[in-house]
């Protein structure tokens, strides 16, 4: 690997100024005293604790993560699944009509899969006859929906990279198929699995679009409310929680980080021993 | 006994495809369904016969939509190309880094760009004190374009990035130990091999920018409404299901035909190379 260059370093450096300088605009102004974003009175931590006294955002920050965990969970596992089924589909046809099919959520514009969703449910809860059907589970399921491409899409391509014989090669050996699956294609797949689930979560957490109209009011997501509350102008509470948000998903990543890499280490590792030998 | 594992394998995906087809397919029809009937539930066509005035609004999202795509290709596809030249173990930390923008809310970064570009927000203010005068930067077309490209940004440069990590260096290698210079090695060899990265990294900034509403209402002041806009009134304010669904469904024609297309010209480029 070459070094690189000055113009490279000062490029890259340039595009992440561009990407951060709106949340460390956030996150600067979260720590001012005066209710304003012009002009920097002094360090203070009062928006903190006013943040900590809004019921509506605490509940709405709740009802968020639950959602996310729920559905990239429940996501991650049909969609690991699906992508298992679709790899081995020997039929051209019925492969290309399911990927094709778990394509249009990704193709389609969110606005489209959320009002599509949107008058499904309605539709339903009017020939059922219950009015407000618009809640949890609405959200729950379009939120399953709009992951499951995203799973299915990162774990697929792992199969072309994976050598297909080994999986028979296991069952040669005398592996039942559950346990070639799980000892064998599970562990190979692996890193597909966990980048549809990391996606499918942040999709989940941040998704304000779809969300917006498969939601009722009783359970409101904190994208919903910070929506309802940048209609007018936003106080400093909500800078503190987006605060709060970024730097626990970053002290997350950092943690996942440095496990990832210690595994990495004792691979190399092995693999070098066992080269050695 | 290969029959038996591909028939068990084939089962398992069935509760996707059941799911898929009352989640996926499902709602479409009844987007359909509603775009031609009328308040009362009978069939109409006067939704599709009052688009026309509709066509500038579609216009100009698809045009914005354009520029949006465009801008962040070019700004993407070096810094994905400089960061799939450099060590593996820092590639992560700068994808890392890339990424982490996007577990900020979209609504909170958006309104963070209204702060900056204000008429006496913080980049003008700097102007000032700097002793020039202000600028006019919110409420502008560029303001908008500006906050697509933001937003959309880290969806154009991973895919891009995934798919330069995973080229054969030495491809490259050859080709410049063949007499190719940077220029032509980039456009003979490394541009023909990320096509598929370009493609998808233009159908995930396009689609989410040209189908936007929230972006056009915060920088835009209102000024352009974008396609999205509408249907969020009509659905949320004047609720108008119907025309919300002829809108969608247009919106979701148009779309199709934009991305066929640009799957058609990936294919004749891809099958160029082949030649």
């Known amino acids: ?277 | 006994m290969k029959k038996k594992a591909s028939l068990s394998s084939k089962l398992i995906s069935s509760p996707y495809i059941v799911w898929m087809i009352i989640f996926i397919v499902f709602p479409l029809l009844v987007v359909a369904y509603y775009s031609f009937t009328d308040m009362s539930g009978n069939f109409t066509l006067n939704n599709f016969n009052n688009l026309s005035r509709y066509a500038p609004i579609f216009t100009r999202s698809i045009w914005f939509g354009l520029v949006a795509t465009l801008i962040s290709l070019v700004i993407s596809y070096p810094l994905a190309y400089i960061i799939s030249q450099i060590p593996i173990s820092k590639q992560k930390t700068i994808v890392l880094l890339v990424m982490l923008p996007m577990w900020m809310n979209f609504l909170l970064r958006t309104y963070s760009w209204m702060l900056l570009l204000e008429d006496t927000g913080i980049i003008n203010n700097f102007l000032v004190k700097m002793g020039f005068s202000r600028l006019k930067l919110i409420n502008t077309e560029a303001a908008v374009i500006l906050g697509m490209v933001y937003n959309y940004l880290p969806y154009m440069i991973l895919p891009l990035y995934s798919v330069m990590s995973k080229m054969d260096k030495s491809v490259i290698e050859a080709a410049r130990d063949l007499g190719g210079n940077t220029t032509t090695v980039i456009s003979k060899v490394v541009f023909p091999l990320s096509l598929p990265g370009v493609i998808s990294g233009i159908t995930m900034v396009f689609v989410p920018s040209v189908s936007t509403f929230y972006i056009s209402q915060k920088l835009g002041g209102g000024k352009f409404p974008l396609i999205g806009d509408v249907i969020e009134m009509k659905f949320l304010v004047s609720y108008n299901y119907n025309v919300g669904a002829t809108l969608s469904l247009v919106l979701m024609v148009l779309i199709l035909i934009c991305l066929f297309f640009m799957n058609k010209f990936a294919d004749s480029e891809q099958g160029g190379i082949i030649i």
Not at chain 1, 22 to 34: C, D, K, M, R
Not at chain 1, 69 to 97: D, E, W
Not at chain 1, 217 to 225: H, M, N, V
Request: charged share 15%; proline share 4%.
């Open chain 1, 1 to 277: 690997m070459k070094k690189l260059s000055i113009s490279s370093k000062i490029y890259m450096a340039l595009i992440l100024i561009f990407l951060y300088a709106p949340i460390f605009v956030l996150i600067f102004f979260s720590f001012n005293e005066a209710n304003s974003t012009s002009v920097f009175t002094h360090f203070s931590l009062k928006w903190y604790g006013e943040l900590f006294r809004d019921t509506n955002t605490i509940k709405a920050l709740k009802n968020t993560l639950v959602l996310a965990i729920s559905s990239s969970v429940i996501a991650t596992i049909l969609g690991t699944a699906a992508a298992v089924g679709i790899n081995a589909m020997r039929s051209k046809p019925l492969k290309t009509t399911v990927l094709t099919t778990t394509n249009i959520p990704m193709m389609n514009p969110d606005i489209v899969t959320g009002v599509s969703m949107m008058l499904l449910f309605v539709l339903v809860g009017k020939l059922v006859g219950i009015k407000g059907v618009l809640g949890f589970q609405t959200l729950l399921i379009a939120h399953i929906t709009f992951n499951l491409p995203y799973v299915i899409l990162s774990v697929l391509p792992r199969f072309k990279q994976m050598d297909n014989n080994l999986a028979e090669a296991a069952q040669d050996l005398g592996c039942t198929p559950a346990q070639s699956f799980f000892r064998v294609v599970l562990p190979s797949i692996m890193p597909g699995v966990l980048t549809g689930f990391i996606m499918s979560f942040t999709l989940s957490l941040d998704d304000f679009v779809i969300s917006y109209f498969v939601s009722g009011p009783e359970f409101q997501t904190l994208p919903i409310r910070i929506y309802s509350m940048t209609k007018k102008r936003v106080t400093p509470d909500i800078y503190a929680l987006s605060t709060i948000i970024f730097v626990s998903i970053l002290v997350l990543l950092i943690l996942i980080n440095i496990s990832q890499r210690k595994g990495e280490n004792k691979i190399k590792t092995n693999n070098f021993t066992k080269e050695m030998e």
